[in-house]
Each structure stands twice: as C-alpha cells, then as structure tokens.
Nanobody, 125 residues
Framework: VQLQASGGGLVQAGGSLKLSCAAS????????MGWFRQAPGKEREFVAA????????CYADPVKGRFTISRENAKNTVYLQMNSLQPDDTAVYYC???????????????????WGQGTQVTVSS
C-alpha cells in the first residue's frame, strides 16, 4: 500500500482544512487508517483512526469535537476534516495504514504498516 497525503496549508486560527490520503492497492478497504502529526522538536503523536471493518473511529483528546476522520473505500481515500484549528495544531500530518487496530493500539505508531509522506499544516494566530 502506498499513501499520498494532501490538503495541508496555511490557515488562520479558527479556520478549517480537510486533509486527504489517497491509497494505492486493491486491498485498501481491508486496512484500518490513522492520522498522526509531528510538530518541530516533538515526537509523532496520534490524531485519529478509523477501522476497516466497522468504520469505528477514535480520536486523541486534543482534537475531539474538532476533527473528524472518514473514509471512502470506493475512492481508496481517507479524510481528516479539521475545524476550529489552533496554533497548537501546527505540524506535519501523516496518514498511515494498519492491517489490524483496536482501541488499545490505535494510537501507537508501531501498529501501522505503511506511512504517507506527510503534509504541512500551519495555523497562524
């Protein structure tokens, strides 16, 4: 599976962005998908995930109620709708694919088998 993230950019605080992650491969629908982010000088952190089987979602506490992860299997694409963006959301955002996730491991980078190249999101105050 190859992943290509896009949709990042510069936005003012309070604004919105929608990230997309296009996947290659016919088995995309069998992979659970996650979004992570990494700010300068910080470790990569979990943002959100969605399972392949039921479409169940989970979110990191800082983004709950503001971000929404979704997927469109027919287009081999996963999305991250980001609303009410704040300067602390500034980071490079990465999408990732995993053969299997559950609530106990969805936030761990080691759970994911494939990673995209990242897209920069910058939120100005």
């Amino acid at each position: 599976v190859q992943l290509q993230a896009s949709g990042g950019g510069l936005v003012q605080a309070g604004g919105s962005l929608k990230l997309s992650c296009a996947a290659s491969g016919r088995t995309f629908s069998r992979y659970s998908m996650g979004w992570f982010r990494q700010a300068p000088g910080k470790e990569r952190e979990f943002v959100a995930a969605i399972t392949w089987s039921t479409g169940s979602t989970c979110y990191a506490d800082p983004v709950k109620g503001r971000f929404t992860i979704s997927r469109e299997n027919a287009k081999n694409t996963v999305y991250l709708q980001m609303n009410s963006l704040q300067p602390d959301d500034t980071a490079v955002y990465y999408c990732a694919a995993a053969r299997s996730i559950y609530s106990g491991n969805s936030y761990q980078t080691g759970t994911y088998d494939y990673w995209g190249q990242g897209t920069q999101v910058t939120v100005s105050s």
